[in-house]
């Protein structure tokens, strides 16, 4: 397949789009969310390997959404078994893709420590310079963990998809996803921005909005992947 650059513009075509598939069928979008919610929330409270068995997992349900929101777009139903759609094909590989997501978390959560953590540790006891040194030391902490954070990021964002549509390798798949994120950056950093103002906005009124912006970021991703990959096949 082709990864095509695209104008920055389409970050917000992308956010627009989203909600247009939203739109289509509001109450099940929502439902599958809170769904999804709820199935979050008893894994997380499961001591120790819950939240990993929930890491784990995302990937799969994130495959349901694509699935469901493929179905919109061909003019079929979104249906709540959507959300266990990506339980059915390349399970293993989507799977796969949130323990390399998982591995890489803790792998930066690591090198934070090592890199800011001595110097807190230091601190630690001595109250008049923890306080003058906390504001450039949880800087620091902050700049290191999003260097880091960024390409893992990029890695896994269109991983699921490439997944359960090509049925590529897990890491294959995250390969791809960071070329084609690279490769759109600017549409990318206009899409971020515009999403963390909306939802910012969103959970203004008691965080009602969320119910309709989660959903339409959600299918948004779908969007995205449209605009940015080509289904024509490279010899």
Request: hydrophobic share 60%; net charge negative.
């Amino acid at each position: 397949m082709i990864v095509k650059s695209v104008a920055a513009g389409d970050g917000w075509i992308w956010i627009r789009g989203g909600f247009d598939l939203f739109r289509q069928n509001p109450v099940i979008w929502i439902a599958l969310f809170l769904i999804y919610l709820l199935i979050g929330m008893a894994l997380s409270i499961v001591p120790a390997i819950g939240p990993i068995v929930l890491n784990l997992l995302a990937p799969v349900f994130m495959a349901g959404f694509m699935l469901g929101c493929q179905a919109l777009e061909s003019g079929e139903e979104l249906e709540i078994n959507h959300l266990f759609a990506g339980f059915k094909h390349n399970t293993a590989q989507l799977i796969t893709v949130g323990g390399i997501y998982l591995a890489g978390i803790i792998t930066i959560v690591g090198l934070v420590f090592v890199t800011t953590g001595g110097a807190m540790m230091s601190m630690a006891g001595h109250a008049p310079a923890m306080e003058e040194a906390a504001g450039p030391g949880m800087l620091l902490a902050v700049m290191v963990a999003l260097a880091l954070l960024m390409p893992l990021i990029m890695a896994y964002w269109f991983a699921p998809i490439l997944v359960i549509f090509h049925g590529l390798k897990a890491v294959d798949a995250m390969k791809l996803s960071f070329s084609a994120c690279l490769r759109n950056i600017w549409p990318f950093t206009i899409y971020g921005l515009l999403s963390m103002l909306l939802m910012v906005l969103a959970a203004i009124p008691l965080g009602l909005g969320l119910l309709v912006m989660i959903p339409t970021m959600t299918a948004s991703l779908y969007v995205s992947y449209r605009d940015i990959f080509s289904e024509e096949v490279v010899a």
